[in-house]
């Protein structure tokens, strides 16, 4: 049976209706976008360009900044252009499009996370074993499987939306594409594709958090056997990727874990993990991590003995 879809476009009704809140909102995330850029780029910059961060945990660390400036650009660069114009639209195409990569570069974050939590687990609990079991193969399988993952998931996503009619109308109340937000102007019952979406984003956020948490509890166990150097140094790095993790899962599982129905709250909610969060991260790990600002540190140094010259 054939979709019937007389929607070519959809226009967003963005974060705030008042054009006050609105040339507020330009002024405050256009530089956050910025920074995300910024920070998340210096971030792969120093761990390619430093000798010292050539460690298993700053290559995925690389990576997973690499994701973050994928997934902010998948949204914030619309948002941003769309503020200043009277109509936020986009056409089908072009939503379904953001909604592929958005959910692509999603949950390879979730799958790098999970990575990087292995990751500490071999390197803390069976340290003698880490290069071999770590080894730079090894890595590049891990970081590939976690991009796959996000592709095969966004894939199965796109399939199920692009079946859905939509006959009018057009308004989306969020200020980018994303699955519940359509789910509602689909003139069809999408209990079905909800279900889907609850099981494949929901479930799935809750459970690798839940994994993550785990991994992290058996790590801080296992840390009672180190020496106190060695302990201060292995919770630091913990601490940094547990707040990264709560950061990124606290807003997914709220988001996720039903099925078809919104809140108003989304978009607000949708804000700290499109924007906030990957802004936010390589503040949190080159802060609590001496080896990353040590590389900064150089790599200045570097560009002022240069200029000099």
């Not at 879809?5 to 959809?10: D, G, K, L, Y």
């Not at 079991?133 to 996503?157: E, Q």
């Not at 057009?170 to 019952?189: M, S």
């Not at 840390?223 to 790095?237: D, F, I, V, Y």
Request: proline letters at 4%; a positive charge; glycine letters at 6%.
């Amino acid at each position: 049976m054939a979709v019937t879809n007389n929607v070519t476009q959809f226009i967003f009704t963005g974060l705030f209706q008042d054009r006050e809140a609105q040339i507020v909102s330009f002024v405050v995330f256009l530089p956050v976008y910025m920074a995300t850029m910024l920070g998340n780029g210096l971030i792969i910059l120093i761990v390619n360009t430093s000798k010292s961060l050539s460690s298993p945990m700053y290559f995925f660390l690389s990576h997973l900044s690499l994701v973050e400036i994928c997934y902010s650009s998948s949204t914030v660069p619309k948002f941003i252009s769309g503020i200043l114009a009277e109509n936020k639209t986009i056409s089908f195409d072009g939503c379904m499009t953001q909604l592929f990569f958005f959910h692509l570069f999603g949950v390879a974050e979730i799958l790098l996370l999970t990575v990087m939590a292995y990751d500490r687990y071999v390197a803390i609990c069976k340290p003698l074993h880490y290069m071999t079991i770590m080894s730079r193969p090894v890595c590049h399988v891990l970081v590939f499987s976690s991009w796959l993952g996000g592709m095969l998931h966004s894939v199965v996503l796109i399939l199920i939306t692009v079946q859905l009619p939509f006959c009018g109308p057009n308004v989306i109340d969020h200020y980018f594409c994303d699955l519940h937000p359509l789910f509602k102007l689909a003139c069809t019952d999408t209990f079905v594709a909800g279900i889907i979406v609850f099981a494949s984003g929901g479930l799935f956020c809750m459970i690798s958090f839940l994994f993550l948490i785990s991994s992290y509890v058996v790590i801080l166990v296992h840390l009672r056997n180190q020496s106190a150097e060695g302990r201060r140094k292995a919770l630091s790095t913990c601490a940094s990727h547990i707040t990264v993790v709560l950061l990124f899962f606290g807003p997914a599982i709220f988001l996720y874990l039903r099925t078809s129905s919104t809140f108003t709250e989304d978009k607000h909610v949708a804000v700290f993990y499109t924007m906030i969060t990957p802004m936010l991260n390589p503040i949190i790990y080159s802060l609590r991590n001496a080896e990353v600002k040590n590389a900064m540190k150089m790599l200045w140094r570097k560009k002022v003995s240069l200029g000099g010259e």
